[in-house]
């Protein structure tokens, strides 16, 4: 779907934060559809590492076990492979540099071999 302004509107899913960080990322850079694709997924990425670090917040970062062994929580796990995949995204994206004055296109095919 779009916003009057043109833009695709972000996926209803994520949370408040997360579709204000979207929009804004649409408002600063030129992306095309591949990338809007790209962006969605950092997008659900950052909120899926939000939700894994509540619940270790929440319950801490081990539980026992039936034997009575200290195990880590699935949750550490998603939050590091999410962490991961954000920071890969948003590097792939070309975001990580500084604000731009005026909007810029993303990283194109021929990011590395430029001279």
């Known amino acids: 779907m779009k916003t009057g302004d043109n833009q695709p509107k972000p996926p209803a899913h994520l949370r408040a934060a997360t579709k204000r960080w979207f929009k804004s990322v649409l408002d600063e850079y030129s992306l095309e559809g591949h990338h809007i694709r790209l962006l969605t997924l950092a997008a659900e990425a950052w909120d899926q590492s939000q939700t894994a670090r509540e619940v270790l917040d929440k319950d801490g970062l081990t539980f026992l076990d039936r034997f009575g062994q200290p195990k880590e929580r699935p949750e550490c796990g998603i939050l590091q492979?999410?962490?991961?995949?954000?920071?890969?995204?948003?590097?792939?994206?070309?975001?990580?540099?500084?604000?731009?004055?005026?909007?810029?296109?993303?990283?194109?095919r021929d990011y590395g071999s430029r001279a």
């Not at 492979?81 to 194109?108: G, H, M």
């Open 81 to 108: 492979n999410a962490r991961i995949a954000f920071a890969r995204l948003v590097r792939e994206l070309a975001l990580d540099v500084d604000v731009p004055d005026a909007p810029r296109s993303a990283r194109t």
